[in-house]
């Protein structure tokens, strides 16, 4: 679960308005952010969310549009056609918006469908409005009712869980749902109307006929200038008030582009900005008053406090869609006519969310890499003399500085389990990355493992495997507010077993061995296939992924074949060897592992 923070890399186009930052989007959606799903590849340069919706949702609301505009037209009247389009358009949203909150884990499946629905409507109203003719005032004045319609939609969807199934709102969005983002979908307007914000016409969004906004084009550009000529007398001036508070809220402005448009736009967006700015009576409220079209505005409200309050709501307003812009251009809408082997690809990928009436929204199965640890010895010294205190402080410094190394190479810790952690990688967050990274990951606790060991601070052995294979994604709600993400199914028993040890490293089946030191003392298999692993150890499903996302070297040992890589993230030499068929408990096949060791 994803919080409604910053776009990513891929969103490339530089914000009109806003800064974009995470303390700037709490103050126009409120704490805690709406949630998305998790973001699987932030990093990329292609839309990180695939959607596609239910295919007679665009028709439905076509026929919606166009029966909602006649009406307009018409004066308002509602005809049987209006009330029958209206009707359907209702019915297949409610039945949509119900199977989602029953699919919803607190993943922001609810947010995401309506992002991707505006991202749908807009267009749809674009295209309809320049292909029939119609004046563009139009799509402003029916906004109040089809305002309306939503509003009703979200209530009605609401009192249908209330009444019938209360908890399951409780725990499947939670009791901290922030609906904020929904509302500004459907309150503001320019999300239904605009396709693109930041690149608008706002003057000509201002006509008379809007009445969502109270402000008109004249008064929004006359306001505007009057605000930028205060701005820039008040840096020619050096004025530190002002300075101050474009450093607070807008940090990201460099102070060597305050002269710049671009910069000034932000700072006539800003509200804390624009307020100080009105309370300076003698230089802002006096050109104020020097505009006719200012000075009648002022008197048709009844005070100065009445239209700076319009432009603040409208400001706000455009800079809470701009934000949903970015997003929504993160979305890639999948047409429902995609060829059925695309569709197969996008959800055994786990990035193809299909929003329907009765299917389950995303495919909670995917690709993961597990990566367990296993301390040897612990359970003996917890029986033993050593206090639990002392047991404790010892876990904590060999778990304290794994966790550091975990989250360095993006891996998310799933569970503690007493003397070890079950480590995954993909489970959150996929990227092609997700199999080295968990090698790296072993890499490098097997060296702080070792220098532990060297400083006396680490009194046990450890056992590290390396898994991958399809597993269920589960997101388990133990109360109103908190959700915990594990991995099932049977990978997740394998790369557990091959983490596991047969005995003691010292002697096994009658054979002495020295304590582990080198690769080949620390894994191998005996005459009875049972694993010994003080050391790392891959299976062969982990080894494959490996080849398949990265360039190594091949050569046949002694024992099998030995794949050798040099990885500049570590500036390692890594050598990954076959080791042999191990028989682990509770798993039908013997299975073929490696030992991998780094120099």
């Known amino acids: 679960m994803e919080q409604f923070t910053h776009p990513g890399k891929s969103d490339v186009q530089s914000p009109r308005f806003i800064e974009g930052r995470t303390e700037e989007i709490q103050d126009l959606f409120g704490v805690p952010l709406p949630t998305l799903p998790e973001d699987h590849d932030s990093a990329g340069d292609h839309p990180v969310f695939l959607v596609q919706l239910h295919p007679r949702l665009q028709p439905a609301f076509l026929t919606f549009l166009g029966a909602a505009s006649r009406s307009i037209m018409a004066g308002g009247r509602e005809p049987q056609e209006f009330q029958d389009a209206e009707r359907s358009y209702f019915q297949l949203l409610l039945e949509i918006a119900t199977n989602i909150i029953e699919n919803e884990r607190r993943s922001g ?236 690809q996008y959800s055994t990928e786990d990035r193809l969310f299909q929003f329907s009436e009765a299917t389950e929204v995303l495919n909670s199965a995917r690709k993961v890499t597990i990566l367990f640890t296993d301390l040897r010895g612990f359970t003996a010294a917890s029986e033993g003399g050593i206090s639990e205190v002392e047991l404790t402080r010892s876990l904590y410094a060999i778990f304290d500085p794994m966790a550091g190394i975990v989250k360095r190479f993006k891996g998310k810790i799933d569970k503690f389990t007493g003397d070890g952690l079950m480590i995954t990688f993909g489970s959150t967050q996929v990227s092609t990355e997700d199999e080295m990274n968990a090698l790296r990951t072993a890499v490098v606790i097997r060296t702080l493992v070792k220098d532990l060991q060297k400083q006396g601070k680490m009194p046990y052995q450890m056992g590290i495997s390396l898994h991958t294979g399809r597993a269920q994604i589960g997101h388990f709600l133990p109360d109103e507010k908190s959700v915990d993400v594990t991995v099932i199914g049977r990978h997740v028993n394998i790369a557990s077993r091959v983490a596991g040890s047969g005995g003691s490293p010292v002697e096994v089946q009658g054979e002495k061995r020295a304590t582990p030191g080198s690769a080949d003392q620390e894994v191998w298999i005996d005459r009875h296939g049972t694993l010994y692993n003080f050391g790392i150890t891959a299976t062969r499903e982990h080894v494959e992924a490996l080849r398949q996302s990265s360039s190594w070297e091949i050569e046949e040992g002694k024992k099998g074949t030995r794949y050798t890589v040099f990885d500049p993230e570590l500036e390692k030499k890594i050598l990954i060897e076959y080791v042999g068929d191990a028989k682990l408990k509770g798993v039908e096949r013997a299975q073929p592992v490696y030992r991998v060791n780094a120099s």
Request: aromatic letters at 12%; hydrophobic letters at 40%; charged letters at 25%.
């Open 109 to 344: 499946l609810l947010n995401l469908f309506w992002l991707a629905h505006f991202k749908e409507i807009a267009a749809a109203v674009q295209d309809y409005f320049t292909r029939e003719g119609i004046p563009p005032f139009f799509k402003y004045q029916m906004h109040p009712l089809v305002r309306g319609f939503y509003r009703l939609l979200h209530r009605s969807t609401w009192n249908h869980f209330s009444s019938t199934a209360s908890q399951t709102l409780e725990y499947n969005l939670g009791l901290n749902f922030n609906h904020h983002l929904i509302e500004s979908l459907f309150e503001d307007q320019l999300p239904f109307t605009e396709v693109d914000v930041a690149h608008a016409n706002l003057e000509g969004i201002l006509v008379p006929q809007n009445r969502r906004f109270r402000l008109s084009g004249v008064e929004y550009r006359e306001l505007r200038d009057v605000l930028q000529d205060r701005i820039r007398l008040g840096l020619t001036k050096q004025e530190r008030a002002l300075i101050d508070l474009i450093k607070t809220h807008l940090p990201g402005v460099d102070p060597s582009s305050y002269d710049e448009k671009a910069a000034q736009l932000k700072m006539v967006f800003q509200p804390a900005i624009v307020g100080y700015l009105f309370t300076d009576y003698d230089e802002t409220l006096g050109r104020l008053t020097t505009s006719a079209q200012l000075t009648a505005g002022r008197d048709r409200r009844g005070g100065w406090q009445h239209l700076l309050h319009d432009y603040l709501d409208f400001i706000q307003a455009v800079r809470r869609c701009e934000i949903i812009d970015r997003f929504r251009r993160r979305i890639a809408l999948v047409p429902s006519g995609l060829a059925e082997i695309q569709l197969k």
